[in-house]
């Protein structure tokens, strides 16, 4: 299982916009890359990150190979209603990540 | 596109060897010290200074996992013994590398982690760069952030400060340099459109961005002989804990940045 | 430290820069051989076709922020952000990221609406080579606004593979 490190606010007022950042462990291997051996290094990449809150999507992207190792993002979602936040990575070779995060919003 | 990079990387130790103040033996002055993390831009302090976007945190968050875990036919944990690291390990990785009573040599942080494993857990040591090693000692380091560095100076510790010194001026490598020529003769220079840095361990285990992962200081200064054209010192080397102990001791008193985020 | 007498110096020097010559030669004759995959200025163009359908788009609204000089080109911190009340009738539905000289001419296609209250995002992104990146988003009313950045690429000095 990847490690990922999350932050999203465990209390938010409703609508209040707030900030999710995450990182997740992922080498990124661009498949452009030449090995020791002369031979290119197979792509491994994460190809799309979506994050559901109370199962509705709010924002997804889609990465290429440009995407740093260890990719980071942050962006923004309003606090609607208590519940979960999912953010889920999926990528080449099966890869696939989870995490969930509860929010309390009054 | 790493081939031309290469070759502006040798022209660019050539402009150093042609151009560069000369070497002038002087250590830099306690006062004129600065962290590495001085000559980085804002974009990759901001990286290293917040918690929440350091890539290495990932690494302190995966040590904090194995710190707990059994491991070895003894079946202990390293907190079997050591307890809460937030309490425990305060203060240790800002002191290391220390002196070692049953082998009566210095021993870097990997080494005493890899000492607690075959002595205490009866486990097998961890390889230098391993994802494990790397994790515990970019743990263990997290709890000395912002604490000063701590080299001991004393009659046991001294000849391997005195033998790391020596590595640190003594000219090696097809390139003929020593390590002061670069980081204390001609730190805040250009080495082709890099800054030099003064070479203060303040931040090891670190995330380099040129490596994309996190690395020991072994490891970088392994890429300095290497840049040198010098054979590097195998990992764990007592030439290479030396000159941490050397290292360490030329930043003592300086803040512990641990997991710090370097170009 | 001690200085190396003079005299000692210059002969290594010669010799010195006799093999980087050399070795330099067989570096830049092997980069050529290798034939890389690389994208071109017309190819961000055809993509950015692609995104727009051929539509007009305007310079404007877009906020691309990057270093314009990056300590290294495999992390550099991004963050694009859209001029927009992220509202339900008047939001930003898609921002894409693209560049001119990494091996391929995307980065990053950012999908929101009204929900993410705010059109920003931040990741980083790796830079072949210096180079001019653009962002492009695309509006729910079908308008389409950019912004350009230019960041120049350093390298490293001390490269770990060099042997």
Redesign the interface.
Known sequence: MA???V?VPANARRGD?IEI?A???H??E?G?R?G?NGKIIQRDIIQTFTCT?NG?E?????????????????????A?DSGEIVLAWRGDNGFEAVETKQITVE | MMRPRRLRMIMACMAVLLAGPFASGDEIPLAARKSGSEFMSRQTQDMQNDDTSNPAMLWVLEGETLWSKPAGTANKSCSSCHRDAATSMKGVAASYPAFDETSSKVINLEQRINLCRTEQQKASPLAYESRDLLALTAYLARQSKGMPIEAKDDSRTRPFREAGEKLYSERVGQLNLSCAQCHTDNWGQKLGSALLPQAHPTAYPLYRLEWQTVGSLQRRLRNCMIGMRAEPYAYGDQEFVNLELYLMWRARGMTMEAPGVRP | MKRVAETMLEPTRRIFILRTGQLGLGLVLGAAGAQRARATPDMMRQLVDEITGGKPMTKGKVTLDLPPLVDNGNTVPMTVSVDSPMTDDNYVRVIHVVNEKNPQPDVITCTMGPRCGRASFATRIKLADSQKITAVAEMNDGSFWFDNADVIVTLAACLEDIL
């Open positions: 490690r990922a490190l932050n916009i950042k990182l997740i462990s080498p990124m661009s452009f030449v020791t809150y509705e709010v924002f997804k992207a889609k990465y290429s190979p440009a995407i740093a190792a260890n990719p980071f993002i942050s962006f923004s979602t309003r609607t």
